[in-house]
Structures are given as structure tokens and as C-alpha cells.
């Protein structure tokens, strides 16, 4: 088992930043990426951006790319979501994700573990 424990959402105004982290525990080896998802109002859940554990190699939706970027502390076994720019939409409930990856990143069903998820509001 993996547990993630999501931490610094927040309410911010549109244009401003904010740091996630997300910290795992438990069974570190069973799992080859983590990432990010986040949830809207009235909207599915969808995928933000994801790293390769190893290599390092990263992906991003196209809505965040060029504003957000996840990095990770491997000493820490924390992954980071740095975003910039952020907008109204950008409104979620954020969840961190990890499992090993078999075919694609950018599929919910590929990830086994989920942390219970940090509010995040762009809001003037």
C-alpha cells in the first residue's frame, strides 16, 4: 500500500501562484510515477500532470502546460505542483495520484493510489 498525504491548497487571486505537495509512504517500490488530477465544480475528474518516477520524464494537459510544473524530492518521496498563472478555471479540488504505469500516463485507471485531495480557489 501506498499513502498520499496532499497538502497547500488555498484560495488565490487569478494571476497568483500556489505550491501543492504531495508526500507518499509505504510501499514506495511498487510504484513507478505520481501525478496530479484535480476535479472542478460540476465536472469530472481530470488529469493535470504526470512524472516518471526513475527518468524523470513529465507530462502535462494541454490547459496547464507552459503554466504549471511538477517536480519531485526523491529523498523526501514528495512530488510538488508549482502553478503559475492560475486562472478561474483552474478551481479544483487537486488530487495526488500514484501507481505503475503500464501503458499511459494519462489514464485515471492506471493510478492505484489517490490522497483525499486539497481545495483550490482562484477567486478575486
Known amino acids: 500500500q501506498v499513502r498520499l498525504v496532499e497538502s497547500g491548497g488555498g484560495l488565490v487571486q487569478p494571476g497568483g501562484s500556489l505550491r501543492l505537495s504531495c508526500a507518499a509512504s509505504g510501499s514506495i517500490f511498487s510504484i513507478n510515477a505520481m501525478g496530479w488530477y484535480r476535479q472542478g465544480p460540476g465536472k469530472e475528474r481530470e488529469f493535470v500532470t504526470a512524472?516518471?518516477?526513475?527518468?524523470?520524464?513529465?507530462y502535462y494537459a494541454g490547459s496547464v502546460k507552459g503554466r504549471f510544473t511538477i517536480s519531485r524530492d526523491n529523498a523526501k518521496n514528495t512530488v510538488y505542483l508549482h502553478m503559475n498563472s492560475l486562472k478561474p478555471e483552474d478551481t479544483a479540488v487537486y488530487y495526488c495520484a500514484a501507481g505503475y504505469i503500464t501503458t499511459t500516463y494519462f489514464a485515471a485507471r492506471e493510478y492505484g493510489y489517490w490522497g483525499q485531495g486539497t481545495q483550490v480557489t482562484v477567486s478575486s
Open positions: 512524472m516518471n518516477w526513475s527518468g524523470g520524464t513529465t
